[in-house]
């Protein structure tokens, strides 16, 4: 027989929140699927209660598990609200104040620097350019692992030719995939392909957040984690419960892009993660034949725009074949061909990122910006 919501809810009911509801009936569970003895769902939150929720959460997927025809059950903590943090709201007259709600995600064992990298929207070359960061960042020397959060299009995978699941190693530990020196964690390879499509908010955080803690990450210096396109909730709830030391924002020249891009730097603005810097990519075309250079989107808009609004400029990566080509052939260019001008150019902002992150250079708090 298979479960149903109700048998979820249910079993909920025997765990009790701090405010002495009982989780099931509370209203807070939310974006429950089903699939296949497989049950995943969120519990809301607000950002602040994000650690002492964090055992309720444990408890819940316990629950769940121990339901008859459940083969796996994956909880998740979702703050969809941004986190109060700097509001302007006066307290009642005669109110005592509050104490300053802390919201920082809990850090993540083993790993030095967690390095997000974001997009304003889709098809712009974030998940190609998290992928030879990360190269990058391992030919420098240091221990590399990349998280591939963007669910709606997990793309890692295909950038490192990597097939087949993960290994399961403890009772719920999960081994990443390893390639070119570099750990590899995708949902792309704990889900069908298409699978992806049903995913909502909640849902896409419960993944996030699982892979990101249930993965045995081991030792590492830096973790990249290539997000999903876009600044909506989702996006924004990770880069709040995501120990993040600081973000990149991949952007094409185009005005668009970089309107969107300004949100990108909005969102970690708003949630006090500081902005490593920006990269333009496919900022200028170079014909294969003749080798000549092309601005075609207009190159040096990210550049301009980056100083303007003062944040950190890490590169221009140009749109040339061999980078397309050995992306989607799992061979990246900074693995195969590290002496090539373009894998250069990724080791140079690798160094950029990792000197900024480690003190030697630039990082900066978010810089105010309004978006009309
Ligand atoms: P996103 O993650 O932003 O959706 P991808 O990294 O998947 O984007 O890139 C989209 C497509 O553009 C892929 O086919 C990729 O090979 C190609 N691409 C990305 N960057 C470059 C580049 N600098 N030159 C040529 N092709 C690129």
Redo the contacts with the bound molecule.
């Keep these: 027989m298979s479960v149903k919501e109700a048998d979820v809810l249910l079993a909920l009911d025997a765990i009790q929140l701090p405010d002495g509801k009982k989780l099931g009936s509370s209203g807070r569970v939310t974006g429950i699927v089903i699939n296949d003895g497989k049950v995943i769902c969120a519990i809301s939150i607000d950002a602040p209660e994000a650690a002492t929720m964090e055992p309720v959460r444990a408890s819940a997927e316990a629950k769940i598990r121990a339901l008859p025809g459940v083969t796996t059950a994956l909880v998740g903590l979702t703050a969809e609200k941004a986190p109060t943090r700097g509001a302007t709201t006066p307290p009642p007259a005669g109110a005592r104040p509050m104490p300053q709600a802390t919201s920082k995600p809990a850090s993540l064992p083993g790993v030095k620097h967690i390095i997000a990298v974001a997009?304003g929207k889709?098809?712009?070359?974030?998940?190609?350019?998290s992928c030879n960061l990360a190269l990058g960042l391992a030919a420098l020397g240091l221990k590399v692992g990349i998280l591939d959060a963007?669910i709606y299009?997990p793309?890692q995978p295909r950038l490192f030719g990597l097939r087949g699941k993960p290994r399961l190693v403890g009772p719920r530990m999960l081994e990443p995939m390893e390639r070119y020196g570099v750990k590899v964690m995708s949902i792309g390879f704990l889900i069908e392909d298409d699978a992806a499509m049903i995913w909502r908010g909640p849902m896409v955080i419960s993944a996030i957040t699982q892979m990101l803690r249930e993965v045995a990450w081991g030792e590492l210096d830096a973790l990249v984690v290539?997000l999903p396109?876009g600044t909506g909730d989702a996006q924004l709830t990770m880069a709040q419960q995501t120990p993040t030391s600081g973000a990149v924002i991949?952007s094409t020249p185009q005005d668009l892009a970089l309107i969107d891009a300004r949100r990108g730097i909005a969102m970690f603005q708003k949630v006090n993660v500081p902005l490593l810097g920006v990269i333009e990519?496919?900022s200028s075309f170079c014909c294969p034949n003749c080798g000549h250079v092309s601005p075609i989107f207009g190159h040096g808009g990210a550049r301009a725009e980056a100083e303007k609004l003062g944040v950190p400029f890490l590169g221009e990566?140009?749109?040339?074949?061999n980078?397309?080509a050995t992306?989607?052939d799992g061979r990246p260019i900074v693995a195969t061909e590290p002496d090539s001008p373009h894998a250069k150019i990724y080791k140079d902002i690798a160094a950029q990122v990792w000197a900024s992150l480690t003190g030697g250079g630039a990082a900066r708090p978010a810089p105010k910006i309004v978006i009309e």
Excluded: A, E, W, Y
Aim: negative net charge.
């Design positions: 997009s889709g098809g712009v070359g974030k998940s190609t350019t963007d299009g793309s290539d396109p991949v990519n496919m990566v140009p749109l040339d074949m980078i397309r992306s989607d």
